[in-house]
């Protein structure tokens, strides 16, 4: 039996804010690689709300892993 789908806003697939703590819906996508542990063109992802966006990338780009901040909404197009 399969319960017809209804969409939750609220439902597991809703993206969080990564930040320690933060319950926030996602806004960013922080796109990053550390080169000690991972291939070039791998690439790990942070999410970030509005609020830690700029905390978040700080503490990569202080470590020279961050690539790349995008829209979530972007990055998931991409993503197809
Ligand atoms: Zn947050």
């Known amino acids: 039996?399969?319960?017809?789908?209804s969409p939750s806003p609220e439902g597991p697939e809703t993206p969080l804010c990564s930040a320690k703590g933060c319950r926030a819906a996602a806004v960013w996508v922080l796109?990053?690689?550390n080169p000690k542990l991972h291939t070039p063109e791998r690439r790990k992802?942070?999410?970030a709300c509005d609020e830690h966006r700029e905390h978040l990338s700080t503490f990569l780009g202080m470590r020279g892993f961050l690539k790349e901040t995008v829209r979530l909404q972007e990055w998931e197009q991409r993503e197809g």
């Not at 039996?1 to 789908?5: D, E, G, R, T």
């Open 1 to 5: 039996m399969i319960p017809s789908a």
């Open 31 to 33: 796109a990053w690689n």
């Open 45 to 47: 992802t942070w999410l």
